[in-house]
C-alpha cells in the first residue's frame, strides 16, 4: 500500500510506468486506430485531438515485417512533418528506431498510399520547425521533459525512386 501511495505522490513516475507496462495493449489499440485510418481516413482519435492521422507502414529493424503506426503529421506541400514524443515515454519509439534503420517507407493518408523517405530534421532545419510543431501539439514540449530527451522530428518526403506506377489515363469515351 505505501508503494502505491508514493506512486500517487508522484503522478509523472506513475504515468511513465503504466505508460511503459501496458505496452501490449497500447500495440493493440493502435493496429485497431491504423485499420481505422486506412479504412475511413480518420479515426475517433484523430477527430477527438481535431488532427490528421497517416499510418506509417515501415519494416522492422530486427524482424523486417511490416510495422503499421498511427501518426499525426502537418502537411508541407507534398512532405508531411511528424515527430516522435511517443507521450513521454523513455524509449525511442520502435517506429523511429526502425525509420533510422530503413528511410524507405510507405503512408497512409487520406485513404491513400505513398511510398516516401523519411529524412530526420536536426540542427537549424529542426529548430525551424519546432515554433510549428509546439504551436499545433503544445503538449510535446511536456513529452519531450518527460522523456528527457529531444523528440525526434522527420519529414516524409514522395520516394521517385520507389514512385508507384502510373496510372493509365482514362479511357476516351465512343465517338457519336
Same mark, same amino acid.
Given at each position: 500500500?505505501?508503494?502505491?501511495?508514493?506512486?500517487?505522490?508522484?503522478?509523472?513516475?506513475?504515468?511513465?510506468w503504466l505508460f511503459e507496462h501496458t505496452r501490449p495493449v497500447r500495440r493493440r489499440i493502435n493496429a485497431l486506430e491504423a485499420a481505422q485510418v486506412e479504412?475511413?481516413?480518420?479515426? /475517433?482519435?484523430?477527430?477527438?485531438?481535431?488532427?490528421?492521422?497517416?499510418?506509417?507502414?515501415?519494416?522492422?529493424?530486427?524482424?523486417?515485417?511490416?510495422?503499421?503506426?498511427?501518426?499525426?503529421?502537418?502537411?508541407?506541400?507534398?512532405?508531411?512533418?511528424?515527430?516522435?514524443?511517443?507521450?513521454?515515454?523513455?524509449?525511442?519509439?520502435?517506429?523511429?528506431?526502425?525509420?533510422?534503420?530503413?528511410?524507405?517507407?510507405?503512408?497512409?493518408?487520406?485513404?491513400?498510399?505513398?511510398?516516401?523517405?523519411?529524412?530526420?530534421?536536426?540542427?537549424?532545419?529542426?529548430?525551424?520547425?519546432?515554433?510549428?510543431?509546439?504551436?499545433?501539439? /503544445?503538449?510535446?514540449?511536456?513529452?519531450?521533459?518527460?522523456?528527457?530527451?529531444?523528440?525526434?522530428?522527420?519529414?516524409?518526403?514522395?520516394?521517385?525512386?520507389?514512385?508507384?506506377?502510373?496510372?493509365? /489515363?482514362?479511357?476516351?469515351?465512343?465517338?457519336?
Amino acid at each position: 500500500m505505501a508503494a502505491l501511495r508514493r506512486r500517487i505522490a508522484a503522478p509523472v513516475p506513475l504515468v511513465r510506468w503504466l505508460f511503459e507496462h501496458t505496452r501490449p495493449v497500447r500495440r493493440r489499440i493502435n493496429a485497431l486506430e491504423a485499420a481505422q485510418v486506412e479504412r475511413f481516413g480518420k479515426s /475517433p482519435v484523430s477527430l477527438l485531438y481535431r488532427t490528421p492521422v497517416l499510418v506509417l507502414v515501415s519494416q522492422g529493424r530486427r524482424s523486417g515485417q511490416p510495422r503499421r503506426t498511427p501518426l499525426a503529421y502537418l502537411r508541407d506541400g507534398d512532405d508531411m512533418i511528424v515527430v516522435g514524443g511517443a507521450a513521454g515515454q523513455t524509449a525511442t519509439p520502435d517506429w523511429v528506431a526502425n525509420l533510422r534503420t530503413e528511410p524507405h517507407a510507405t503512408i497512409v493518408a487520406d485513404r491513400r498510399r505513398h511510398r516516401v523517405e523519411a529524412r530526420e530534421l536536426a540542427g537549424a532545419e529542426r529548430d525551424d520547425w519546432w515554433p510549428m510543431l509546439l504551436d499545433r501539439w /503544445p503538449r510535446i514540449a511536456r513529452y519531450e521533459t518527460l522523456a528527457g530527451r529531444p523528440a525526434p522530428v522527420f519529414r516524409f518526403a514522395p520516394d521517385p525512386d520507389r514512385a508507384p506506377p502510373a496510372e493509365p /489515363p482514362p479511357a476516351e469515351p465512343p465517338p457519336r
